[in-house]
């Protein structure tokens, strides 16, 4: 194919694949695969030069901890801390809300926000079984706590999985960095649930008791698998807090910790790759590729010079500029392939404009794309795995319903994120961390006595997001 054209055509295949990943006709996986095969085919990329553009680093911490999560499933751990949780509570559906949000939330900074709802719904929808109350505020409550828990670390959220690999940023890097500003969004956002959904969590004592009467030990099936689980997993995540420091990649550790944990419990090796999402991990492949042919023909230096010329050159507004844009983005398209996109044209700016400290700007990206996928029903994955968990059980949410609560809490934290950044720009990562931790802190407290303040006062007609 002449040079000429190669830019046209790697433009359209890229613009056909999104939108038809948006209008979700054909599913994700496949059409990201044939835009991949077209290009190469067309000859904009030779096979040697798309397996080049392969991030093998995404691609192999992803498999790691699937492994690692769905051997360790297994054993029910997962449920016994909902449910520990929920006792916790003493019963009362909107500390059990609370509850079930932090244990959300920290599950997806560890493992990942797909596979921590997949295991708390169910629990969920048992719990609110018992207290005789609509699940749909726990589980909108979830999907805001997943993926605003998957923000602070490097393995949370698939976006800031790809962002570490391109950048060479490391596990503690994300923690030290994000955390701060995550504990402050978790914590006004939660309260906030809590307040508007105040008349809709009341039950009669004698049902809050069902909560009490049920026993967290009985969901361990294998003491002896779970403690070689929480071992290897232990280990992996030492291996992610040290891993920049010994220079090994984040994909080394994920898989070291599945191969170890495979060979000490002696599970089957079949059995082992099923749980693997592999339409996740094609679906990244393909996008990889078609990116790569978009960089090989020269697009992203374009929009580069043009981002450059549009913020001057100047790390703030550039920083905003990506953290609001990323937010919209990725509130009504799916952030893996945004995030795709935006990593190589981050990177052709920092070299166009002779920037070498990105960290702000990679840090916008991150909060933008992975807080901005609460806006809407279809912003995250783990958004549209709930709804669909929740529609097999009777409870629909259309797409309008979703949008009015989501859509605000999403800008909140992303105004949050904006105060953060600017602190981190003027006052450095360190002194901005600590002070935003610190507020985080002092608001965690507060919430608790301002919850109580709130709830006694006369009830009012509150915002529905029941069917």
């Not at 978790?186 to 049902?207: A, G, K, M, N």
């Not at 991990?281 to 010079?305: H, N, S």
Request: charged share 15%.
């Amino acid at each position: 194919m002449p040079e000429q054209y190669q830019s046209i055509v790697a433009i359209a295949v890229f613009l056909i694949t999104y939108a038809i990943i948006v209008s979700e006709k054909i599913h994700r996986t496949v059409i990201a695969l044939v835009g991949a095969m077209v290009v190469i085919l067309l000859g904009i990329l030779s096979l040697e030069t798309a397996v080049h553009a392969i991030d093998f680093n995404t691609i192999g911490l992803l498999v790691g901890m699937m492994i690692i999560v769905g051997v360790t499933r297994k054993t029910g751990v997962f449920e016994y801390l909902a449910i520990k949780a929920a006792r916790a509570s003493g019963g009362e559906p909107l500390k059990i809300l609370a509850a079930l949000a932090l244990v959300t939330a920290v599950l997806s900074a560890l493992l990942d926000n797909v596979t921590t709802v997949l295991l708390i719904v169910p629990v969920t929808f048992a719990i609110t079984s018992q207290l005789k109350i609509s699940p749909w505020p726990f589980l909108f409550t979830e999907i805001l706590a997943s993926n605003i828990g998957g923000t602070s670390t490097l393995i949370g959220d698939p976006p800031n999985i790809m962002i570490g690999s391109a950048t060479g940023l490391g596990f503690m890097d994300f923690v030290l960095n994000l955390t701060p500003v995550v504990v402050v969004v978790y914590v006004v956002t939660v309260f906030l649930l809590q307040f508007i959904y105040r008349d809709q969590l009341d039950t009669p004592e004698e049902l809050k008791e069902n909560i009490m009467q049920m026993n967290e030990q009985d969901e361990i099936k294998d003491a002896v698998l779970l403690k070689k689980c929480l071992v290897i997993l232990g280990l992996t995540i030492l291996g992610f807090i040290l891993h920049q420091y010994v220079h090994l990649e984040s994909s080394v550790i994920a898989l070291a910790g599945a191969s170890f944990l495979l060979l000490v419990t002696r599970e089957d090796v079949e059995h082992a790759l099923q749980v693997v999402e592999w339409p996740v991990l094609f679906f990244f492949i393909g996008l990889f590729v078609i990116i790569g042919a978009l960089e090989e023909v020269g697009v992203i230096e374009i929009v580069a010079k043009w981002a450059l010329e549009t913020t001057g050159g100047n790390m703030l507004p550039t920083g905003m500029l990506i953290l609001w844009l990323s937010a919209i983005a990725s509130a009504f398209v799916d952030n893996i392939p945004f995030v795709a996109t935006m990593i190589p044209l981050i990177q052709d700016m920092g070299r166009l404009g002779g920037i070498a400290d990105l960290n702000l700007l990679w840090w916008a990206l991150s909060l933008g794309a992975c807080l901005g996928g609460n806006g809407t029903i279809i912003g995250a994955s783990a958004n549209v795995v709930v709804i669909g968990m929740a529609e097999k059980r009777g409870v629909r949410v259309t797409f309008i319903e979703f949008f009015k609560l989501a859509f605000p809490l999403m800008l909140m934290s992303i105004a949050i994120s904006t105060g953060y950044l600017l602190l981190w720009y003027f006052l450095g990562h360190l002194p901005a961390a600590g002070v935003t931790l610190g507020i985080g802190v002092v608001l965690a407290v507060l919430s608790r006595s301002l919850n109580r303040l709130l709830l006694k006062k006369p009830k009012k007609e509150a915002p529905r997001l029941e069917p």
